[in-house]
């Protein structure tokens, strides 16, 4: 079958539901009931939430317990280039006459009630899951957790609450507080939780749901600690010390996230060879990632060209601190947004590191952020900003004013997808 195969069903589904958030678990209980109930023939099941960090700790968990010779599933989202990247079936994605088919499923049982893109999507992954042998599946959130597609699960292995800040304020709320409520809407009773760096207010949702269910806390700074010492990663719970490589993820903000992992792994009873594969074989593309050679970095001419798909006030202060321990090189970014996030708050940290911003329109993004709107706020913390019509103008635009330059394509996983699949 032909790769539009798929790709004509996803579409059919983007139809049936004229709101493309909309947090309830009501159709997805739906159909998941007329499919069977597939979530309850899955292998055990580790289900991550977060703001910052979710994906980058999964990629490590899956490649830790990979490492230690497990058949791992594995269901995030956003994709950058295909649909296919969702979904990996005991290590390898899933292959294009496997997802047509569990998609075509779905469609038909669904038969035509109101349901969502993510919802029924959601469904579909569970269902292939549950129909080839694993040894683990890790679900990642896609928004929230209490009312999340993903959040069906009723006793899985573990759970994991990575770093939460503010983000998607209209559906989780404007406070710290109320985000992690719907964060913490994933711990169910009695099942341990790790849990990375929290800032107070977050902390303290957190531990008060975990008292309420008898969820054993597994906390960084308290259960376990994770840093960098003489160039190594240094992990230590109360079972001793791991002495490991700094993660092949580059970024400071990449120790914590391995932390996470490694606090998961010691939990399931992994041994250092897990621990050694977390951090030295995960692949998470489009995060902080240096571009191969192909028709972007083309387009460059030169320069040194990255791409990081954060977009929140969180990953803006994270990317600020790469950027800074980074060999001095003239730096310049190119920048697409949604509306919907904090402009300003990602932008502020990367001020005294980037040169000028040139912003862009994300490309078939109805939702993107007018050019020079995000120009202004980059105005406004203090960086030269202008517009280009499109990516390849900017990035010559910029080869042509600062040769050999560093330049970092930043501000939205969409604008990191199109990249990808444009760079070839």
Known sequence: MSAATSDVILERMMSLHPKIIDLTLDRVWRLLDRLGNPQEALPPVIHIAGTNGKGSSLAMLRAGLEGAGLRVHAYTSPHL???????????????????????????????????????????????????????????????????????????????????????????????????????????????????????????????????????????????????????????????GLVDLPLPNL?????????????????????????????????????????????????????????LDGGHNASAGAALGRHLAGLPARSTHLVCGMLNTKDVSGYIAPLAEQAESLTAIAIPGEANTLPPETLAEAARASGIEATTAPGLTEALKGIAAQAPGARILICGSLYLAGHVLRENG
Request: with cysteine; aromatic share 4%; glycine share 10%.
């Open 250 to 306: 580059p970024g400071a903000h990449q120790i914590e996230n391995a932390g996470a992992a490694l606090a998961a792994l010691r939990h399931l009873g992994l041994g250092e060879a897990a621990c050694t594969s977390a951090v030295t074989r995960a692949d998470w593309p489009g995060r902080l990632q240096r571009l191969p050679e192909g028709a972007i970095t083309r387009a460059a001419r030169g320069c040194e060209l990255w």
């Open 81 to 239: 280039a295909r649909f296919h990247e969702r979904i990996r079936l005991a290590g390898d994605l899933i292959e294009e006459d496997t997802l047509t088919a569990v998609l075509d499923e779905c469609y038909a049982a669904n038969a035509g009630a109101p349901i969502t893109y993510f919802e029924i999507t959601t469904c579909a992954a569970l269902l292939v899951m549950s129909r080839v042998p694993a040894d683990y599946a890790l679900l990642e959130v896609g928004l929230g957790g209490r009312l999340d597609a993903t959040n069906v699960i009723a006793r899985p292995a573990l759970t994991m609450i990575t770093p939460l800040s503010i983000d998607h304020e209209q559906f989780l709320g404007n406070t710290l507080a109320k985000i992690a409520a719907e964060k913490a809407g994933i711990l169910k009773r009695g099942v341990p939780c790790v849990v990375g760096p929290q800032q107070e207010p977050a902390m303290e949702v957190i531990e008060q749901r975990a008292a309420r269910l008898g969820v054993p806390l597994i906390a960084q700074g308290q259960h376990w600690h994770v840093g960098q010492e003489h160039g190594r990663l240094v992990f230590q719970d109360e079972t």
